[in-house]
């Protein structure tokens, strides 16, 4: 069964500052996505990695996938107060019949003035 | 705004009814799934459609179902309600069964029974 681990679970950082989330993951896939969640708001998509090395870039953040490792990354740089939501990755789990998703725990980030 | 619309935006009923949340996706999207998010199990995916045919099914109870219309909206029926079941509840649609499809969002139901 397809599990998805996110770390940290909860992110305090103050404003300027860099960081990373990871995202791992237990069987193969070749499709990440990140969301941002802001409280009880949809989620909104950030980023769809595709194929294993995929770096993409938004303004203060970037995402990238090791498909080998079962690894993607979500480095913020330069943390602004704007930014504090729940992230969440998930693997897309493609099976013929299905591209159904399946989501990581979530980060809270909370960035501080 | 996604383009996936959701009714009703909330919802509050007593344990031991039964509540319908509707959903209706993208322009030209033909796939359409159903996600629970709660505190205690995070987002999981429930089920889904493509085209007025189930095709995948999650960690749905069996006291949940759902349908897709000829027009592609959908439903999802949850009956015989516990307390446990107060949840946000997500519908996203993507165009196809296709790997590289995005799904899109719609702004929840948040159901709430007590």
């Known amino acids: 069964e397809l599990k998805v681990e996110q770390n940290p679970l909860f992110l305090s950082m103050q404003e300027g500052k860099n960081y990373t989330i990871y995202c791992n993951y237990s069987?193969?896939?070749?499709?990440l996505y990140w969301y941002r969640q802001d409280p009880g708001k949809s989620l909104e998509s950030l980023f769809v990695?595709?194929?294993?090395?995929a770096v993409k870039q938004e303004g203060r953040l970037m995402a990238s996938l090791d498909t080998k490792a079962r690894l993607s990354t979500l480095h913020i740089t330069a943390a602004v107060h704007d930014l504090s939501a729940t992230y969440f990755c998930a693997v897309g789990r493609y099976g013929g019949a299905t591209n159904k998703l399946i989501f990581g725990t979530g980060t809270l980030l909370a960035v501080q003035p | 705004d996604s383009g996936v619309t959701q009714t009703p935006k909330h919802l509050i009923t007593a344990t031991g009814q039964r509540v319908t949340l509707r959903c209706s996706p993208r322009?030209?999207?033909?796939?359409v799934y159903w996600y629970q998010q709660s505190l205690d199990q995070g987002l999981q995916f429930l089920i889904q459609y493509y085209n007025g045919e189930e095709r995948a099914k999650g960690n749905i109870l069996e006291r949940f179902s759902a349908q897709q219309f000829p027009d592609l909206h959908s439903e999802l029926n949850l009956s015989s309600l516990e307390l446990g079941d107060s949840a946000l509840y997500f519908c996203?649609?993507?165009?196809?069964?296709?790997?590289?499809?995005?799904?899109?969002f719609g702004p929840g139901t948040r159901l709430t029974v007590l």
């Open positions: 069987t193969t896939s070749d499709r």
């Open positions: 996203a649609s993507s165009v196809s069964l296709a790997a590289l499809n995005e799904q899109f």
């Open positions: 990695l595709l194929s294993n090395g």
């Open positions: 322009s030209g999207d033909l796939s």
